[in-house]
């Protein structure tokens, strides 16, 4: 690990000054901020991260769980995962935020990671975690070893040429059906950002992750109040049954009034270079009776623009019935 | 002459300094690919002051940036009972309590933690008065190699206070954390049980 200068800013301000001298605040950032620690840590140890100086975040008034006025919820950057997934809130009214979360990392790392590090949550692509490998993520212009490499558990949509990086988070696939929005406050003024505009595709600049710059720091998550009679899943489908990520994860969130459903939501994980919302399964639900043929053909225009690598090709159909199974499920449920 | 057991001699030649010439000031180098420490290539000036609370007891330290609360808990504070495995959050070896919460010591800096309440193994129970679980994994006979056991017993220790369900598969899910090379994992599981059906 390289070293670094360790400071512990006494508030809010100081903090976002001190990170705003950042050349960049994605791939390579000469700042970070540290909550969890359980990816940066983990990166600086393989020198995939090398920061200067390193900002503990963890004594920031960024740890509350609070009613919206509007009926949502607020979400505090820091809040642990654990004590996110088991908010009697949560539980209840956005039960595949609080699913998904557990079906992630272990019970250790969910007491440890936060709100915050799992928007921020880095691949698993093993040529991005070896400095010895070349990788386009981690030094723009060396090639993507994945593409013609070990690629079974990498991504089959948002791939460029560039980069086929999966993006690994649970929590992040729930929020994207949630249609979360994410509090970003920076060295001159804040902004909400929609979920789906937070994480970038890789395209030509598979470095840049997020929308976020040197400065930003995520102050909290909102979700919307929860939409009435509506049935949510998250189902997970990996090689083991715990502790592993994801080969293919669906996030629903339907209503169906009638036999007929009458809003859809659905996201996907494990097979996206970000986390995937699908608003052409969306589509093909909303208004067409809720049956599996309609499930099926929802996950047959969800993964439509699939793109298979030398190994990974079994993703699409396993992402195909694990969305209409998690449909399925939440109709039953 | 009594020969002296593996731990006494870790523990000694670590207060001493001796054996392995580490610092008790704090361990301020790097660790090779192979995971073994090196010298320092500091001259400890970026040296950090903290003050540790462990097991109830504070530690004043000067602690180099870098050093993860396992390597702190082991090598400079020398309570050997937690036990590196993977070093990268993937095996549970390390396994420790801040403020009464299981965490992976490998994955966080000391310095997070001044102000924190850290508990490691050896803060649990005595070999003259075992706590419940310890007294269950003895019983239960779920170790073989034991290297993993500290761990096991701190995650088991945990789990007690965290929302868990009845059976058997609901234990396994909460100590899937927890890697046993040995594959101890049905008497882990029945020293667990136990002990919440006695609780």
């Known amino acids: 690990m390289h070293n670094f200068e360790f400071i512990r800013p006494p508030d809010l301000a100081t903090t976002i000054t001190a990170a705003a001298q950042s050349k960049t605040a994605q791939q390579g950032a000469d700042v970070r901020f540290m909550a969890g620690g359980t990816t940066l840590i983990d990166l600086m140890k393989l020198n995939v991260e090398t920061p200067a100086r390193v900002i503990d975040i963890n004594r920031l008034p960024l740890d509350k769980i609070e009613a919206t006025s509007d009926g949502g919820l607020k979400i505090g950057a820091t809040v642990r995962n654990s004590d996110l997934a088991h908010h009697p809130t949560v539980r209840r009214d956005y039960s595949a935020l609080s699913q998904a979360i557990l079906d992630g990392a272990s019970a250790q790392i969910r007491n440890m990671a936060t709100i915050a590090g799992n928007l921020l949550q880095r691949t698993r692509c093993v040529y991005f975690r070896d400095t010895a490998m070349p990788c386009n993520k981690r030094e723009p212009g060396t090639g993507c070893p994945a593409i013609t490499g070990s690629n079974r558990t990498l991504a089959i949509l948002g791939t460029s040429e560039h980069c086929i990086a999966t993006n690994p988070s649970d929590m992040c696939v729930a929020m994207a059906a949630l249609e979360a929005t994410i509090h970003v406050q920076g060295p001159k003024s804040s902004r909400a950002v929609p979920f789906g505009e937070f994480h970038l595709l890789p395209g030509n600049t598979p470095q840049r992750e997020t929308v976020l710059e040197p400065g930003d720091l995520v102050m909290h998550v909102t979700l919307p109040p929860p939409v009435a009679g509506s049935r949510q899943v998250y189902l997970k489908l990996r090689d083991r049954a715990s502790y592993e990520f994801a080969l293919a994860s669906a996030a629903v969130v339907i209503t169906v009034s009638g036999g007929k459903v009458t809003r859809a939501r659905v996201a996907l994980g494990g097979v996206g270079t970000k986390p995937w919302r699908s608003p052409e399964a969306e589509a093909v639900l909303t208004g067409r009776p809720a049956n599996d043929a309609n499930f099926r053909k929802a996950a047959e225009a969800a993964l439509r623009d699939a793109k298979p690598q030398s190994e990974n090709g079994f993703k699409i159909e396993l992402a195909k019935r694990c969305l209409t199974h998690a449909l399925r499920t939440a109709l039953t449920s | ?199």
């Open chain 2, 1 to 199: 002459m009594k020969a002296l057991a593996r731990r006494e001699f870790l523990e000694k030649s670590l207060k001493t300094g001796g054996a392995f010439g580490i610092a008790t000031s704090g361990f301020t180098g790097q660790r090779s690919e192979a995971g073994e420490a090196v010298m320092p290539a500091t001259d400890g000036a970026s040296e950090v002051a903290v003050t540790l609370r462990i097991n109830g007891k504070d530690h004043q330290l000067r602690l180099d940036p870098r050093t993860t609360l396992l390597d702190c808990i082991r090598e400079t504070v020398a309570l050997t009972g937690t036990r590196k495995g993977c070093d990268h959050g993937q095996c549970g070896a390390c396994t420790v309590h801040v403020n009464g919460r299981r965490v992976l010591s490998c994955l966080n800096l000391a310095l997070m933690h001044d102000g924190n309440e850290i508990t490691t193994i050896e803060g649990l129970g005595t070999p003259e008065a075992l706590h419940p679980m310890q007294a269950a994994f003895f019983a239960c006979d779920a170790y073989q190699c034991g290297y993993c056991t500290s761990g096991q017993i701190m995650s088991a220790v945990a789990l007690m206070k965290e929302p868990c369900g009845p059976d058997d598969a609901a234990v396994k899910e909460l100590m899937s954390g927890n890697i046993c090379r040995c594959g101890a994992y049905a008497n882990i599981v029945a020293a667990i049980q136990q002990v919440r059906q006695r609780a």
